[in-house]
């Protein structure tokens, strides 16, 4: 039994969790070394009891049988089979020689591009760094805005955040209490029009400023009608294919969110080997990156249980729930405090340690405020959108320093900073407008129910 007066040293352990993160402690190890410094203080005062912790075994169990998880295995090498074998970089290649003609025509490729990525990988960081290492060094030859071609790179190569099937929804469907395929259908409209509200940004702003995006030179895209048929229907229409076998059969529910994902990694590899490109290296390092990858995922959320368990113990999240629902303005007060908090660490911290650390406390509160069903789905979409948002964010957003580290040394630091802040203002009114207009998010949830 909790004895009561203790909620302090719930509130002292986020403030040691913070401090061994700017330290520069891994995540994981800092949830559990948090938590094992707090078990030692609660026990003794009597505010918790060493034996709750016997009961961890059981939660660990409990997360590793959910089926729902192992979608995000397969999503990982869906992605990493598509990057590692050079499909990513065709469909690139092949997009931007077709909107070459348009001022603006790259940043427009890019969007679409990374629009389509972020529909088959869910994977920010090797989209980003993809995009960056390829793009990047052709818009600057065109003559491109240093801070256009980094800001567009960023903000679409965070698309792979909002977009299904995204490993942020996966996560969230498990703290939210949703499942997934209301979470994916929920996210598609936000998704594209964060993706729409790039593009047009891109091309209003290449025919206002001239000389900011020029369109392609002719010898760059000189290629014949038929040559140029052959390398759309070999770059283009194959992951097209693909978006829709995977979303398709999760959206009209022929096949589970995890199902579709190991469908999409089998159709990621025939996609290599029809391409000439499968090999055992290729999957040797698919299959590396991927259990890197959902390693670390599992590490974070096993000593994330741990912390939330003594954190629980010490009378936190009953506290936190009270606080959030007392606010003033009832749900509107909760919406504002929610997004200031997960916009302010979501811009040091990556979404996975967000979603294990503040999703906890957010979502009793946001039950008890009388969020359920769809518009739980709208919250999680709503914090989703915030994340991406703060993902972009100077002066220490995530994608800043994934494309930091492919640009070429002629872009700065304070190129791809200034660059993202358009597009960080673009995400703000999204998020205005799936707040005030949660059919944004709720209309494909009940279409896809029916």
């Known amino acids: 039994m909790l004895t009561v007066g203790y909620e302090w040293l719930s509130i002292a352990m986020f403030g040691v969790f913070f401090l061994m993160l700017l330290t520069g402690y891994p995540v994981s190890l800092s949830f559990a070394a948090t938590a094992i410094l707090f078990v030692a ?13 016997g009961t961890l075994p059981s939660r660990w169990f409990d997360t590793m049988s959910n089926f729902t998880l192992l979608a995000i295995p397969f999503f990982i090498y869906l992605g990493a089979i598509l990057e590692k074998s050079g499909l990513a970089e065709e469909l690139l290649e092949t997009v931007g020689i077709l909107l070459g003609p348009l001022k603006g025509g790259m940043a427009l490729a890019v969007v679409i591009v990374g629009t389509i ?3 088959t990988t869910g994977v920010v960081a090797a989209t980003i760094i993809a995009m960056g290492m390829i793009t990047l060094p052709v818009m600057l030859k065109l003559g491109y805005n ?5 800001g567009v790179i960023s903000a679409s190569g965070t698309l792979a955040q909002m977009i299904p099937p995204s490993l942020v929804l996966v996560l969230l469907s498990d703290q939210l209490g949703v499942s997934v395929g209301d979470l994916f259908a929920g996210a598609l409209i936000p998704g594209l029009m964060l993706s729409g509200s790039y593009a047009a940004y891109c091309v209003g702003i290449a025919y206002l400023r001239p000389g ?9 895209r000189q290629i014949t009608g038929r040559a140029l048929a052959r390398k759309v229907a070999k770059a283009i229409v194959p992951p097209i294919v693909l978006i829709f076998s995977v979303l398709g059969s999760i959206f009209f529910g022929i096949a589970t969110p995890t199902e579709a994902g190991a469908v999409g990694a ?5 996609l290599a080997g029809l391409n000439k490109r499968l090999n055992r290296k290729l999957l040797s390092e698919a299959a590396s990156s991927t259990a890197r990858s959902t390693a670390l995922v599992i590490m974070i959320l096993f000593c994330s249980t741990f912390f939330s368990l003594v954190f629980d113990q010490l009378g936190g999240r009953k506290f936190m ?3 959030l629902t007392n606010l003033p303005g009832g749900l509107i007060g909760f919406l504002i405090v929610a997004n200031l908090v997960v916009f302010v660490l979501g811009i040091p911290l990556e979404f996975t340690e967000i979603n294990f650390l503040v999703m906890p406390l957010l979502v009793p509160a946001a039950r008890a405020l009388g969020l359920e069903g769809e518009m739980m789905v709208w919250f999680g979409i709503v914090m989703a959108v915030n994340l991406q948002t703060a993902f972009i964010s100077p002066p220490v957003g995530f994608s800043l320093f994934y494309l930091q580290s492919a640009a070429p040394k002629e872009v700065s630091t304070a190129d791809i900073h200034l660059g993202a802040i358009p597009f960080v203002v673009i995400q703000v009114i999204v998020l205005l407008l799936v707040i005030i207009f949660p059919d944004t998010v709720t209309w494909l949830v009940r279409v896809a129910a029916k």
């Open 117 to 119: 990525l972020a529909a």
């Open 266 to 270: 089998a159709g990621a590899v025939l």
């Open 212 to 220: 900011i995006a020029p369109a392609m030179p002719l010898e760059m």
């Open 146 to 150: 240093k801070k256009l071609a980094t």
């Open 321 to 323: 729930t009270e606080i």
């Open 41 to 53: 203080i609660g026990v003794p005062l009597g505010a918790m009891k060493f034996a709750v912790l």
